[in-house]
């Protein structure tokens, strides 16, 4: 038996929370689609409902066949004939049979009616002479009922994502379904989809090899998609094509599936750019150029509105420049205002003209892309009515969001999303490098300002985003079920809809964890620098990272039913394949110049790892472009993603460069230490490690390594009996080179400060390394108790770990997990909260510190990259130490606003670090215990950590990893 509350699980796929059951005539027992007998209900739906209505009716009569073998029939509810149980759906004013059920009272529909796309599910005793029960699925307008068959549809184990992520349909001969009434809708965002973009050479090459271009064959499948995940709006793909001319069965199936066709941010009235370029000849004097040739741009806005007379759609106006630049200017600012505010009278008498109503009754947007958000903030006069569509900075962080003012306007305000790029600040097209919580805290500030008109997400070649397409369409139909604290249980949820409940956690683990971090550095941009070889760990933890998840993802896919192997390897399994080799092969790629660097025999090891990845790279392509379910989605993995060395995607893939050495000659060992890049004997400076504490207790270590072809042959030891060695592999791939960890026995040492001699000796050679160890004093260990912080060494605080947090007036600091780099950051709520003059009686968080000198000390506040959404703030923090007075520091104050906005050079670092660093300089004049204060002069920061340093924090991406309190007798212990 499907349960009601698997058949609202069902609903909670796209976003949906079922409203309380209301009272109607029902039989007790569940609804019987089929009764494991062969006997399956049919489907019944009026031949005067819309073309959609009929077409979804269909497709769930096919999905009933699916899942019993049995496919149901297809009946009209014409009251003779029908069997003792049917499924009956129908839209209110196009079902004679369901209107006649609401007449009687029979149905409920008051609180559907005249709402937008919503719909009831309810099983219904005796609605018609004959008929015993019925299952009614009723709508209060097309797209409603569509949804409703969907939902059931998806209640009885059919994905969305059937056909295009090969998820298997569980087969089973009884079907059974809850028959308590449940009702959805209206969406929380009017207009919901996705745009087609950056399509060349993926989407374009597997559509024109499946389909013979992206025609009404291609588009029936992404129409169906679209309304299965509750989705009403498309923008077509368009870098070389013209939905409406490439194929006219295009626009004609569009409308009769319900979906709701626009054009992207650059063209205007329903027309693709590649229209005008085709005829653009023809056209006056050719250019694209309002100010010289306004009568043949107007005379192809007008074609474009003509030919969507009869047709729903929402129509871009404004005007850029010819493909997708800037709009070619005038001579001014205000001279560029007046020409657009021209340009968009122009399109509203048009409009008005040819669609038969005033414009004000036809859906418009204004995309406020990129440099069009200058007019608008400049004083250009939009009609009310215009939705204002605001975008995000391309990768996932809103520019702006509706003021108050603004969120009045009859028109609305809406959003642009991106998911995928080919353009500033940086280009990503390859995998999915969306995590849904950066997603969730992003959408949510959308929802929260009022931007609820429209959302559109660019999706590039809609595979291989299916996780974040899913999750956003859900959060603009319904956000209830993605609150900040339930992303993973939605997201697990997903996973058991599309592999079962079995190892849903699993798999919603793996998902979380590889889309995390990619957000990290979008994986076309990372370099052999990206992660420290010398700090930290870095390097190697992400490494040891990547084939954690690589083993996991392997692990289960040999444990999943072969019928679940296609959808795993490319929901799961690719992704995280590809990812960890491509990271793998950038880390081998540091080591190489690295140890060639330190004349390490290992180099050539190094440099031949990075060729084999290089190879296996392309292998995992050709897997999922050749082998992936018979080869179904060949060439949606043809773009490069390896090589970047401007924002824009390489030619082809470039491996990273590589180097040997010349061991000719080479005899004896050499030594690294952690920290250093140097390599000794050689470097004309001595070695030094950093300095080990009793607070703080991370161990270091030396590197030994050979220098020519010989086997190394060498010993480390130290000349006090309190120095503890441990030798194991190095961080290298052949696993040559070896790697001894120096810790320190403290019951050994009397408090203060000691040092030791590390020697390493053979062959006729040695080199030492001096060690420094701190041992705190029993004073200092109890001053630290409980705090953060150490007696050398910078360290790093998790946001999670205040030790007191302060809310006013409602307005508080808040959890969200899984966050960015850490596992918890913190976010206020509500986002939209009042800004806050005194920082002393501002939402604070505390934290503990414990520093053990007098100085000046860097505070670095790691954060989200926010940017200023609300025009009217700076988006300001304060910090305080101990009890001095508040330092407040604005991310966005006039002299800073330039480079910190979008495209400006901080905002584009931020960009590749998917986070933006604050520091506040600060002096101690004692060491001991101290209070950290963080107070949030505005909302909208998200804060994920924070770094405390003195004398300059060593170059990493990450910085230390984040520690825990002090514990008794510093026993807390750190890396390694």
């Known amino acids: 038996m499907i349960s009601r509350r698997a058949m609202l699980g069902g609903s909670v796929a796209g976003g949906l929370l079922a409203r309380p059951a209301v009272a109607a005539a029902r039989p ?75 007449a009687a009272g029979r149905v409920v529909a008051d609180d559907i009616r005249g709402l937008w796309e919503s719909y009831a599910i309810m099983a219904v005793a005796d609605p018609m002479p004959g008929v015993a029960e019925a299952l009614v699925i009723v709508g209060s307008d097309k797209r409603g009922t569509i949804y409703g068959l969907y939902d059931v549809a998806q209640a009885i184990g059919v994905s969305p994502w059937a056909w295009w992520a090969d998820v298997p349909v569980p087969r089973r ?35 024109a ?52 066709m626009g054009t992207s941010h650059h063209e205007p009235m329903t027309r693709a750019h590649k229209e005008w370029t085709r005829r653009q000849a023809n056209l006056g004097n050719g250019a694209w150029n309002y100010a010289t040739n306004r009568a043949a741009i107007a005379e192809f806005f007008t074609d474009g509105i003509k030919r969507n007379r009869d047709k729903e759609v929402v129509v871009t106006v404004g005007m850029r420049g010819d493909g997708d630049v800037a709009l070619e200017g005038t001579g001014g600012m205000a ?206 933890r992400m490494a040891v990272m990547w084939q954690t998840l690589e083993t996991a993802a392997e692990a289960l896919n040999g444990r999943l039913p072969a019928e679940q192997r296609d959808a795993y390897y490319q929901l799961v399994l690719h992704p995280i394949r590809a990812c960890a080799n491509l990271t793998l092969m950038y880390i081998a790629a540091a080591r190489n110049r690295r140890f060639a660097e330190q004349g390490r025999a290992s180099t ?18 050709d897997a999922y472009n050749h082998d992936l379910a018979g080869g179904k989605w060949n060439h949606l993995m043809d773009q490069t993603h390896i090589g970047f060395f401007d924002w824009y995607s390489p030619v082809t893939d470039i491996m990273p460069a590589v180097t040997r050495i010349d061991l000719a000659g080479a005899t004896g060992f050499g030594v690294a230490v952690e920290g250093l890049r140097e390599s000794w004997p050689g470097y004309y400076l001595p070695p030094t490690l950093p300095v080990v504490d009793s607070l703080s207790r991370r161990p270091t270590y030396i590197d030994v390594f050979a220098r020519g072809a010989a086997p190394l042959r060498a010993e480390v030891v130290a000349d006090q009996p309190w120095v503890l060695l441990r030798t194991g592999p190095a961080f290298d791939i052949a696993g040559v080179d070896r790697r001894t960890w120096i810790d320190v026995d403290w019951a050994q040492l009397p408090p203060g400060r000691a040092t030791a001699t590390i020697t390493v000796r053979g062959a006729g050679q040695a080199q030492t390394v001096p060690l420094v160890a701190i041992k705190a004093s029993r004073a200092q260990e109890s001053a630290a108790r409980g705090r953060f912080g150490g007696l050398s ?12 947090a302060t809310a006013v007036r409602g307005v508080h600091w808040a959890a969200i997990p899984d966050y960015g780099r850490v596992a918890v950051a913190m976010g206020i709520v509500p986002v ?49 130490l101990g009890d001095t007075a508040f330092e407040t520091r604005s991310v966005f104050t006039p002299e800073q606003t330039e480079t910190e906005s979008f495209l400006g050079k901080r905002h584009h670092q931020a960009v590749l670090d998917t986070a933006r660093t604050m520091r506040f300089t600060k002096r101690v004049d004692a060491p001991g215990a101290i209070d950290l204060t963080i107070a949030a002069i505005d909302p909208t920061f998200v804060l994920q950590n924070i770094i405390v340093s003195r004398g300059g924090l060593p170059a990493s991406f990450f910085g230390p990893e984040p520690g825990r309190p002090q514990r008794d007798g510093g026993s807390r212990r750190g890396r390694r």
């Open 604 to 621: 050539g090891a190094e440099a031949a790892e990075v060729e084999r990845r290089f190879a296996r790279d392309h292998a995992i392509r």
């Open 28 to 102: 007790a027992a569940p609804f019987v689609i089929a009764d494991g007998g062969g006997s399956v209900t049919p489907v019944c739906v009026a031949a005067q409902d819309w073309a959609g209505v009929r077409r979804a009716a269909a497709d769930l009569a096919a999905d009933i066949g699916r899942v019993t073998g049995t496919p149901a029939a297809l009946l009209a509810p014409n009251g003779q004939g029908l069997p003792p149980r049917i499924i009956l759906a129908g839209t209110l004013g196009r079902c004679p049979a369901i209107d006649a059920l609401v």
């Open 173 to 207: 001969r009884q079907v059974e379904i809850a028959s308590a009434r449940h009702r959805q809708g209206p969406p929380a965002v009017k207009y919901r989809g996705i745009f087609l973009n950056d399509e060349a050479p993926c989407l374009t090459g597997w559509a």
């Open 335 to 540: 001279s560029d205002i007046r020409l657009l505010e021209t340009v968009i009278a122009d399109q509203r008498r048009i409009i008005a003209d040819h669609k038969g109503v005033p414009a004000d009754q036809v859906p418009q947007v204004w995309v406020l892309f990129t440099e069009v958000l200058k007019y608008y903030e400049a004083g250009l006069t939009l009609p009310d009515d215009v939705t204002l569509m605001f975008t995000d900075d391309n990768v996932g962080n809103l520019r702006r969001l509706p003021t108050p003012a603004e969120r009045v306007r009859s028109g609305g305000a809406g959003i642009y999303f991106h998911m995928d790029m080919h353009g500033g600040p940086i280009s990503y097209k390859w995998l999915n490098t969306s995590p849904l919580p950066k997603m969730w805290e992003q959408l949510n500030l959308a929802l929260a300002y009022g931007a609820d008109r429209i959302w559109i997400a660019n999706v590039g070649d809609l595979k291989p985003l299916e996780l974040p397409i899913d999750f956003f369409l859900s959060m603009a139909w319904d956000p209830a079920p993605m609150a900040r604290d339930r992303i993973g249980e939605w997201t697990r949820g997903w996973a058991a809809r599309q592999f079962g409940p079995d190892h849903a956690t699993e798999i919603a683990a793996l998902l979380a964890r590889y889309a995390k971090a990619n957000g990290w550095r979008k994986p076309e941009h990372l370099t052999p620098n990206t992660y420290s070889l010398d700090h930290f760990g870095e390097a190697e």
């Open 793 to 804: 060494g910078p360290f790093s605080i998790p946001a999670e770990a205040h030790a007191h």
């Open 209 to 260: 090899e499946k389909f013979g271009g992206l025609n009404a064959k291609f588009y029936t499948r992404v129409f169906e998609l679209l309304l299965r995940l509750r989705a009403n709006c498309l923008w077509p793909a368009m870098w070389n094509n013209a939905f409406a001319e490439d194929d006219p069965a295009n626009p004609v199936l569009a409308d009769e599936y319900g979906i709701v």
């Open 832 to 880: 939209d909260a009042p800004s806050f003059d005194d920082p002393a009686a501002a939402p604070s968080l505390t934290y503990r510190l414990y520093l053990a000198e007098a100085g000046d000390y860097d505070i670095d506040l790691v954060t989200s990259p926010t940017l200023q959404v609300d025009p009217a703030r700076q988006l300001a923090i304060a910090v305080r």
